[in-house]
Nanobody
Framework: QLQASGGGSVQAGGSLRLSCTAS????????MGWFRQAQGSEREFVAA????????YYADSMKGRFTISRDNAKNTVYLQMNSLKPEDTAVYYC????????????????WGKGTLVTVSS
């Protein structure tokens, strides 16, 4: 029901925009999040956006480089990633959680398949 896309290979300093498109149901009343998992590491929080799009949250290492946004009319959430670093290399996942709950790894109601981002130095 959630499908992430837009991953690829870029050089350090480059940009990518990830998209997460929902199908089968509307996610306009869900808080949405992006997470990532590097090889050999645990899945970690990247960014979140409230159901209304008014509130956004970022992991410290992403602040100022990543921007999360959503278009509820298109049932899509975006993650604009700028100034990419090799340590941003990971599989990126989008996920949804009820608007009454926080966006944390262990609380998400729906997960999409990931999209791989590879950043070379």
């Amino acid at each position: 029901q959630l499908q992430a896309s837009g991953g690829g290979s870029v050089q350090a300093g480059g940009s990518l925009r990830l998209s997460c498109t929902a199908s089968g149901r509307t996610f306009s009343n869900y808080n949405m999040g992006w997470f990532r998992q590097a090889q050999g590491s645990e899945r970690e929080f990247v960014a979140a956006i409230s159901w209304s799009g008014i509130n956004t949250y970022y992991a410290d290492s992403m602040k100022g480089r990543f921007t999360i946004s959503r278009d509820n009319a298109k049932n899509t959430v975006y993650l604009q990633m700028n100034s990419l670093k090799p340590e941003d290399t990971a599989v990126y996942y989008c996920a949804a959680v009820s608007s009454k709950r926080a966006v944390v790894v262990g609380a998400m109601d729906y997960w999409g398949k990931g999209t791989l981002v590879t950043v070379s130095s």
